[in-house]
């Protein structure tokens, strides 16, 4: 199980640190793009909502599918973040109103995104530094 915590950390890691550094240097954008979807809801708003779900939920089957663990250390956060994608993306796809609402109170502070980014960027910087810095010692290929 090991060596799944560790290559599942490396895949996780860096897309979390990027959007977390995207999410701090575009803010701007980001609100934009938060406005078209949850405040202002068209119908590519709605799609966009519904192919999140899709691609939240088959990342976290397959997150929870391959990593199982429920161990007491690290690798705890890998089947975490798998149940929250899996979760979340049933939410999309199952109560998409019920997601624009939440999404409309989570982000209804301008402080809310910096948070967001900041807890982005510290899960990622943390699997990330699991999975190539203590990881690549005893599990290089």
Avoid: C
């Avoid at 950390?9 to 406005?35: C, E, H, R, S, V």
């Avoid at 993306?89 to 609402?101: A, F, S, T, W, Y």
């Amino acid at each position: 199980m090991e060596d799944r915590s560790v290559l599942l950390a490396k895949l996780i890691g860096p897309p979390f640190l990027a959007a977390g550094l995207g999410l701090l240097l575009n803010q701007g954008t980001y609100w934009g793009m938060i406005d078209e979807v949850i405040r202002h809801p068209s119908p590519i708003g709605s799609l966009l909502i519904y192919l999140s779900g899709l691609l939240s939920m088959l990342g976290g089957l397959a997150v929870i599918n391959a990593h199982p663990s429920w161990s007491r250390d690290w690798r705890v956060v890998i089947t975490i973040i798998g149940w929250l994608l899996l979760v979340g993306g049933i939410v999309r796809i199952v109560l998409p109103d019920i997601m624009v609402k939440l999404g409309s109170t989570l982000y209804g502070s301008p402080t809310a995104l910096p948070i967001v980014a900041v807890i982005s960027l510290v899960l990622g910087g943390f699997l990330s530094f699991k999975g190539y810095w203590t990881g690549t010692s005893a599990h290089s290929a």
